[in-house]
């Protein structure tokens, strides 16, 4: 069988990497820049759903998401049905660093999308996300404590 996750591994490492890097710039410490977008995306997300959504465990996302609020690039708004529930909004340097982030993303889309077909292009994406909805069923399955049968 060929390493198809090895390779996916390879290149999402690279890509991060070189995101590390280039946002360093803009005082957005490892892998910050992912909370950050998807906050743009879903103005008034809670940390919990955010945490699912790049797939990480609570703790981890709590740690980013207290960086980006120190460093200005969210703030954390009281629900107003219930005070306990903390939503998240971009503040305007948070906006304003997601239109670099934005850009270099679709940089590396181009980089890495260079030289296939639009309809190869369709066929990687809809690959992709059947390959992450397999995986998403063991990571539920493992989130809760359970142990895969291999």
Do not use: C
């Amino acid at each position: 069988m060929k390493e198809i996750l090895r390779e996916i591994g390879m290149i999402a490492r690279a890509l991060d990497s070189i995101s590390n890097i280039e946002f360093k710039e803009y005082d957005l410490a490892r892998g910050q820049y992912l909370y950050l977008v998807r906050i743009v995306e879903n103005p008034g997300i809670i940390q919990e759903k955010l945490a699912e959504m790049i797939k990480v465990d609570r703790t981890t996302a709590a740690r980013a998401v207290k960086k980006l609020e120190i460093n200005g690039f969210i703030k954390k708004k009281n629900d107003e049905q219930n005070q306990k529930i903390k939503k998240l909004f971009p503040t305007e340097k948070g906006e304003q660093v997601n239109h670099f982030i934005r850009r270099e993303n679709d940089h590396s889309d181009k980089v890495a999308l260079a030289g296939l077909s639009d309809q190869e292009v369709e066929s990687l994406y809809y690959l992709l996300q059947r390959v992450r909805k397999n995986i998403e069923i063991d990571w539920e399955y493992v989130k809760k404590g359970n142990k895969r049968d291999y």
